[in-house]
């Protein structure tokens, strides 16, 4: 009797577990349709033709997994087939074997629907991949309203200033722009407007926001070349951030170097916001065990004296800076990491040396922002760009200096 108990169970395992795993391969063969990622799961409701192949073969494999998990199904439901005999021959690996297999596929589908559910996983460890870029283009379609038709978060672009009215122009990257912060008025540029314009040294002025995400030190001499002849500023603010000491290629590269599964990864970050937390895990282990080049060591050797990526980099600030005019001042953002240990004082140190040997003022922000835990002064946990109350303590800081300077034209 306890034989055919035991028996009875180790059947019911195996069925169990094969029908959990049938179940589970269909619903991953339906959410890697590239249809219902397009319409259902994707941020954007947009696939780049090389992911819609390769969501097709995955889904494709999943529905055959499925269509074997479900004959295997059938087959443990009929007796007659020989599921009792081949129990008996390996009343131990079977059962658990199906329970394994059927358990994980569960748990991983579990997994997912809870992180959705809770709103987890959204973001990503890289700029570089198919989750943050879903992320930006999300954003920007929220703010499309605050863009002008150059892809400018700034509406004043065209119009004649006030009279006497003195105009800065903010130009960087993704932290000048304000990426990530919803409000136009919670960006750098718009609270460094209100902090010059408001209080016993209130200068009224216009700060226009010039920011390009992702621009390096060649795209924004590009925006200089752009917008200096049609704004006509009183002083010109360089906003630097940490990488900017890389080209937008350098950029993709390194980052498209970090991926678990090289292919498979950015497919998988479309559909699984499991798999974004996973590999960003993964990424975090290889870095702590030396196998994967951390971010900040990157940039300290694209900064590295004498090395012919300083020599290039170090010439187009310099274009840069000299392009802006001699109302300039240069102002660094910290990369917003643990600011009491910073990483990378060398390179703040060297950015600065070349804007004062070009007769250019240089603020470092590290100062306004320390003090401050990094997670109160991020957009989210896993994106590094300020959220508005790291902005206004940039802007407040800037207004300090550039009032104390007297660089502001009409200050008192």
């Known amino acids: ?89 390996f009343p131990r690996v079977l059962p658990r074997l199906a329970l394994a297999t059927g358990g994980a596929a569960a748990g991983l589908v579990a997994g997912e629907l809870a992180l959705r559910a809770a709103g987890g996983g959204e973001g990503s460890f890289s700029t570089n991949t198919v989750a943050y870029r879903d992320y930006s283009r999300t954003f ?133 916001r499991l798999w974004r937390l996973l590999e960003g895990w993964l990424m975090d282990l290889a870095e702590s065990a030396g196998i994967e080049e951390r971010y900040v060591d990157h940039l300290r050797a694209q900064a590295a004296p004498g090395t012919p990526e300083w020599a290039e980099h170090e010439a187009a600030l310099r274009r840069l800076l000299r392009a802006a005019g001699p109302a300039t001042v240069l102002v660094i953002f910290p990369l917003v990491t643990d600011l009491e240990r910073y990483p990378l004082d060398e390179l703040h140190a060297q950015v600065a040396g070349v804007a004062r040997a070009e007769g250019v003022p240089v603020l470092d922000l590290r100062d306004a922002l320390s003090g401050v835990p990094p997670e109160a002064l991020r957009v989210a946990p896993w994106d590094p760009h300020l959220n508005e109350r790291g902005h206004a303590l940039a802007a407040e800081a800037t207004a300090a200096f550039l009032l104390e300077r007297g660089l502001v034209p009409g200050a008192p």
Request: proline share 5%; with cysteine.
């Open 1 to 89: 009797m306890r034989e055919h108990r035991s028996g009875s169970s180790q059947i019911a395992a195996v069925r169990v577990g094969a029908l959990v795993l049938c179940v589970t391969a269909a619903v991953a063969a339906w959410a890697l349709d590239p249809d219902v990622v397009r319409d259902r799961l994707s941020d954007d409701g947009r696939l780049e033709p090389f992911t819609e192949l390769w969501l097709r073969r995955y889904a494709f494999a999943a529905a055959v997994l499925a269509a074997l998990a479900g004959l295997v199904t059938v087959w443990a439901f009929r007796p007659a087939w020989g599921l009792r005999a081949l129990v008996g021959r």
């Open 140 to 272: 920007r379609e929220r703010i499309a309203d605050q863009l002008d038709g150059r892809g400018y978060r700034e509406l004043r672009f065209g119009r004649p200033a006030a009279s006497g009215v003195p105009r800065v122009l903010a130009v960087g990257d993704s932290f000048v722009f304000g990426f990530g912060v919803e409000s136009a008025g919670g960006t750098y540029p718009a609270l460094l407007e209100e902090a010059l314009s408001t209080g016993p040294r209130a200068v009224p002025c216009e700060v226009l926001n010039a920011g390009r995400p992702g621009a390096d030190s060649h795209r924004e001499f590009a925006v200089l070349r752009e917008l200096v002849p049609e704004v006509r500023p009183d002083l010109v603010l360089i906003g630097y951030y940490v990488n900017d000491c890389e080209t937008t290629a350098e950029k993709r590269a390194f980052f498209g170097a970090r991926r678990v599964l090289p292919v498979l990864g950015d497919n998988l970050e479309r559909v699984s």
